[in-house]
């Protein structure tokens, strides 16, 4: 079986630092995506990736870049961290399609 | 834009009755609904889908959907404490950049010994 794996799963950050998110999977999944979940909130998508070297913006991409240089990896940049800020940051991926979402167990971000 | 709404917030049964958990979505020509589970700590976990009017059955889980309202409905028999996790409810959108899902809320469901 397959595995996806984010890292780290615990980062704590300054306000205005630059924080970067790593999430690889071995699902050959053409398919990735980036998720933010804050507690009465849901789900939200950041960006996504069809393919290696693509790049879609979410509903809340603004203060985020993203990277697919490799298919089986995507990354996510916070771009200036906000003072306060607590989020899990899920990545998931997926054959495409109507095809389910495999998660990761998530990143924990906590800005002090 | 997609929207998806989930009722009720939280939910609380005793083990052995019947979980009945509501979605809302606001475009009837939405691909697949998705229900996921969420456990503390954990990232979401695909339990079942449906697409077509009608229902589907798989072990003790059952989804009702009625594309005409605009609502799908979980139905979980014999709920059992093990079940006791945040569920989700995503609607599929596809467009010419692929295929995301729009995710609700989440219903807390906790199922007393």
């Known amino acids: 079986g397959g595995i996806i794996t984010q890292t780290p799963k615990f980062l704590i950050g300054q306000e205005g630092q630059k924080l970067t998110l790593k999430c690889q999977q071995n699902f050959n999944h053409d398919t990735m995506y980036w998720y933010r979940q804050d507690s009465g909130k849901g789900l939200r998508l950041i960006y996504y990736?069809?393919?290696?070297?693509?790049?879609q913006k979410g509903d809340l991409s603004e203060g985020y870049d993203a990277s697919r240089e490799k298919k089986s990896s995507f990354s996510l940049t916070v771009t200036s961290a906000q003072k306060n800020e607590m989020a899990v940051f899920l990545c998931a991926s997926s054959m495409g399609g109507n095809s389910d979402y495999t998660f990761g167990s998530g990143t924990r971000l906590l800005v002090i | 834009q997609e929207k998806v709404q989930q009722s009720p917030e939280s939910l609380i049964v005793p083990e052995g009755a019947m979980s009945s958990l509501n979605c809302t979505f606001s475009?009837?020509?939405?691909?697949s609904i998705w229900w996921y589970q969420q456990h503390p700590g954990k990232g979401p976990e695909a339990l079942i889908?449906?697409?077509?009017?009608g229902n589907k059955k798989e072990g003790r889980l059952t989804v009702y959907l009625n594309r005409a309202s605009l609502h799908v409905s979980l139905h979980i028999r014999d709920s059992q404490p093990s079940d006791s996790a945040v569920y989700l409810c995503?609607?599929?959108?596809?467009?010419?950049?692929?295929?995301?899902?729009?995710f609700g809320i989440g219903t807390l469901l906790s199922v007393k010994p």
């Open positions: 889908s449906i697409f077509s009017n």
């Open positions: 995503a609607v599929s959108s596809y467009g010419s950049s692929g295929n995301k899902l729009i």
């Open positions: 990736s069809i393919t290696e070297n693509d790049l």
């Open positions: 475009n009837s020509a939405s691909q």
